[in-house]
């Protein structure tokens, strides 16, 4: 299908993104916003990206300008009959999604393909909203869209081959690594870093708060951009608090949530945004140094090992990527994606050095697989290991691609 204009609903921080990386694929871009007010702020961000790429010698201040222009900015949906595709990135809430949805089915043009940005939520839900339940798809951006190589596609019960095959189109022509990924919660890549995310905070429960920026620099130094503390200060507690707990209803035990998490949530130790998280953070938002209130936190914890921790063992990065390169073979077993694109994906929606199935084989199969079942032996039951591990050291594969 060719794609002439294309529009996006939703002018928040992420849409702006998406806005800014469909001009830079110079695809004509009208831009929904339900408030001028919304619309306004989201139109700030546009500039702002834009400038931060004639900053960094990407564009010259001409190809920004021709760029913006190719913005549209709309209240409503009279144009929506001109657009080709669509990507929705309104608030992760369900009933908005319906509505956007409904009025999208109804304004625009019937071979128009319609995708969602959504990071969790049901596309065959979604898609159940319309009356073209083929031409609906996820798109997942990863955040900032205009920067990240990332986008996962995701295909709902009855989106047809032609619709995922345009939008993988689509986000090659935009310069991004399209990964079709069956639909699943959390889809691929938030899936696998859920699992990991959570071990660094069992590892945090284990060792104990003067552990945070252990845990962060051995984590960096083996195969991350940033430790996964000072990521979750980024992204904030109570978001990660309401993944964690839908992957745990979702997915069951071996995506329990570390009673730490809740603990901060209840305290209002967020991270960045309350200025208290693992770390404390200054008006400027600069990081100073350890959470002196974590310590008492983990104190209370009757499953941790307390304000000091247990001493047991040292800090080491292979055993919290363990959990992750496990649910790269739950993945696989359950045909999410192409084993190919498993590692690439983690490695443009994450910035891994290397993705969690390179990090197997340089464990090694038979090593992780050992380790894996130590700890679920002891009953730990989120080690419990796949069942494709398994079959793979048994037949003495040393790696899976």
């Not at 201040?61 to 080709?84: C, G, K, N």
């Not at 669509?86 to 608030?91: K, L, R, Y």
């Not at 393909?113 to 951006?141: C, E, P």
């Not at 990527?321 to 590692?343: G, K, T």
Request: some cysteine; glycine content about 8%.
């Amino acid at each position: 299908m060719q794609i002439g204009q294309v529009a996006v609903v939703g002018a928040g921080t992420m849409g702006s993104s998406i806005a800014v990386a469909m001009v830079g694929g110079g695809l004509k871009v009208l831009l929904k916003e339900t408030e001028q007010a919304f619309l306004d702020k989201g139109l700030a961000n546009v500039d702002r990206f834009l400038a931060g790429k004639v900053k960094k010698g990407i564009l010259t201040e001409a190809e920004a300008a021709e760029q913006r222009a190719l913005i549209t900015p709309v209240l409503d949906y009279e144009r929506f009959s001109e657009v080709d595709f669509v990507v929705e990135a309104a608030p992760e809430s369900l009933a908005i999604k319906q509505k956007i949805f409904e009025d999208l089915d109804q304004w625009c043009h019937v071979e128009a393909i319609l995708a969602t940005n959504t990071s969790s939520l049901s596309i065959s839900q979604i898609a159940n909203f319309t009356r073209r339940a083929d031409k609906v798809v996820g798109m997942h951006f990863f955040n900032p869209a205009h920067i990240m190589k990332l986008v996962e596609v995701i295909p709902g019960l009855e989106t047809s081959h032609d619709t995922v095959k345009t939008a993988l189109e689509l986000a090659e022509h935009l310069g991004k690594l399209g990964v079709r990924v069956e639909e699943c919660a959390s889809f691929l890549v938030n899936r696998l870093l859920g699992r990991y995310m959570n071990e660094s905070l069992f590892a945090l429960q284990d060792h104990g708060a003067g552990a945070v920026e252990a845990i962060d620099k051995v984590v960096q130094d083996y195969v991350m951009p940033i430790g996964p503390l000072a990521l979750r200060d980024m992204n904030g507690a109570d978001i990660g608090l309401a993944v964690a707990n839908f992957n745990y209803l979702e997915y069951g035990e071996r995506f329990a949530v570390p009673q730490v998490l809740p603990a901060m949530v209840a305290n209002n130790m967020l991270g960045v945004k309350t200025q208290a998280g693992f770390y404390s953070y200054d008006d400027s938002r600069k990081k100073q140094g350890v959470n002196p209130a974590l310590e008492g936190i983990l104190a209370q914890l009757p499953d941790s090992g307390g304000a000091a921790g247990s001493g047991v063992g040292k800090i080491e990065a292979e055993s919290m990527f363990l959990p992750m390169i496990n649910e790269a073979f739950l993945v696989m077993q359950e045909r999410i994606c192409q084993p190919e694109d498993l590692d690439p994906a983690l490695m443009a929606g994450l910035g891994m050095r290397q993705g969690p199935l390179a990090i197997a084989a340089q464990i090694g199969l038979k090593e992780c697989l050992e380790r894996l079942e130590a700890r679920f032996a002891a009953g730990q039951e989120r080690f419990r290991p796949a069942p494709l591990l398994k079959r793979f050291v048994f037949a003495g594969r040393a790696s899976v691609i």
